[in-house]
């Protein structure tokens, strides 16, 4: 590294802080030093033992849809350890369980007739429901999809991920997150199952050998290898600007060995955006404070369930749609990683959304544990034998929320880091995306793509910026 090389420093070790570092290290662009406050990497990517399993925080999947480069670089690192592995799920709905990913044949001989037939009438009217009357969650998918299925599945499922009526979410919330939002979508989806017309890597994903957050451990410890400083639990306190041109941020951090000041030439950024304001302090204007407590995430509490048995079902995970169970989703770890180990148990992962201040998220271990058990039997799968053990992991910030107008907010925030002389944010949480992990690896990849020797390529940067907003979540 030349001795006037930028001096990056990287907030947060999770697939996006992880990646960049990896990959400015990889190009010899810039020397790198990352904090993060916990002390493993992968944020709500990564991984943890619990009764004798790998598990991950919730459910999730490298997707095909990864850009080939990205895979190439992880399939390196972890050979035959990244695990090829079919799509083997079910959704609940109204009382039927529905293959996912959908199949034609499952579709004929399981979905409920009456939501069939709703559905196939819903698609003849569409051409006569004319324009969308609005930009809301709901005025997309039922001008796109009609009653049958909004009603049924999207806008309870809304419900209950983002804790807010359909109507009071923004239509850029339907555009970006529900990957099948038209009846054209749907058909391609389904047609996507049937031989001969299956697209590579349809109905299949990417696991690890050893957990999800393998493969952002992997990539801590290939730029570790080529130099890059890994600074865990490490909290960060404050962010102080650069007085001058050729002044250097000043990172202020604090952990158990005491407080640190770190100078960076380069401060990229993978935390929440809402968080900045609150670090950077003085000289923040008030309306910027403003957007910061106006734009809102939704939290997830994460319920694991030890039980006595090789295996719950044959399904790796459970939708549930309905209001009727609060639950969103329970994966079997066991599944996706395909070990067979440990035998004679499994850890199930139950999905709970809820808000901080809500009464759930105060709840003792033992109390979810028996709410995630009466939801399993009210959906027709219950527990087979009790818990052996209990876990629950509580995720503050786990999915954005984009109410309607929230634009308004979330572009203040942007245009006021972008004012930041040389400083990023970047990442699912720095842009308040709903994106895969695979769509973080590309913005870490393209961060480190726009780090020239006479700085930071702004005018590319932007254009990589219009592509992301192109991103669609994977289901």
């Not at 690890?208 to 960060?236: C, D, H, L, M, W």
């Not at 999915?399 to 990442?427: C, H, M």
Request: proline residues 8%; neutral net charge.
């Amino acid at each position: 590294m030349k001795p006037n090389a930028h001096r990056v420093v990287i907030l947060g070790a999770g697939p996006a802080g992880a990646g960049a570092a990896y990959k400015l290290r990889h190009d010899a662009r810039a020397e790198v030093t990352v904090l993060e406050q916990h002390p493993v990497p992968g944020g709500n990517a990564g991984s943890f033992d619990f009764a004798g399993m790998r598990v991950d925080f919730g459910s999730h999947r490298l997707h095909p849809a990864c850009d080939p480069d990205i895979l190439a670089d992880i399939r390196g690192f972890l050979g035959d350890d990244l695990r090829d592995r079919p799509r083997h799920g079910r959704i609940g709905l109204r009382g039927r369980w529905i293959h996912f990913p959908l199949k034609p044949v499952d579709l004929l001989v399981r979905l409920d007739p009456a939501f069939a037939l709703g559905t196939m009438v819903d698609m003849v009217r569409k051409p006569f429901r004319g324009k969308v009357a609005g930009d809301s969650f709901a005025d997309v998918l039922m001008a796109n999809l009609g009653p049958t299925i909004c009603e049924s599945f999207y806008f309870p499922y809304a419900r209950k991920m983002w804790g807010r009526e359909p109507s009071e979410l923004s239509g850029i919330q339907a555009r970006r997150r529900v990957s099948a939002g038209s009846f054209l979508k749907l058909v391609r989806k389904v047609l996507s199952a049937v031989p001969g017309l299956k697209p590579p890597g349809a109905g299949r994903f990417f696991y690890p050998r050893k957990g999800f957050g393998q493969i952002t451990e992997a990539y801590v410890a290939a730029a570790e290898s080529r130099g890059a400083n890994f600074r865990f639990g490490r909290r960060v306190t404050r962010l102080v600007p650069p007085a001058g041109p050729t002044d250097p941020w000043v990172i202020e951090a604090s952990s158990e060995h005491g407080e640190e000041r770190i100078e960076a030439d380069q401060l990229w950024s993978t935390i929440p955006i809402g968080l900045l304001a609150r670090l950077v302090g003085d000289g923040v204007p008030p309306e910027v404070h403003k957007a910061a407590s106006n734009i809102e995430s939704r939290a997830m509490l994460l319920i694991y369930l030890a039980l006595p048995v090789s295996q719950f079902t044959e399904y790796d995970a459970h939708y549930f749609p309905g209001a009727n169970v609060r639950i969103t989703r329970l994966s079997e770890p066991k599944h996706y990683a395909a070990t067979g180990s440990p035998a004679g148990s499994t850890v199930l992962c139950a999905e709970l959304p809820c808000n901080p201040d809500d009464p759930w998220w105060s709840m003792d271990d033992a109390a979810l544990a028996a709410l995630v058990a009466e939801d399993l039997a009210t959906a027709g799968v219950p527990l087979p034998a009790a818990p052996t053990a209990v876990l629950v992991r509580r995720l503050r910030q786990a999915y954005p929320i984009y109410t309607t107008g929230y634009e308004r907010w979330f572009n203040t925030l942007d245009q006021w880091v972008a004012s930041l002389p040389k400083f990023l944010s970047y990442g699912r949480q720095g842009l308040f995306a709903h994106d895969n992990t695979h769509h973080a690896l590309a913005m870490a990849y393209a961060a480190a793509d726009c780090l020239e020797p006479d700085g930071f390529n702004a005018a590319r940067w932007q254009q990589h910026r219009e592509v992301f907003a192109t991103h669609v979540v994977e289901d």
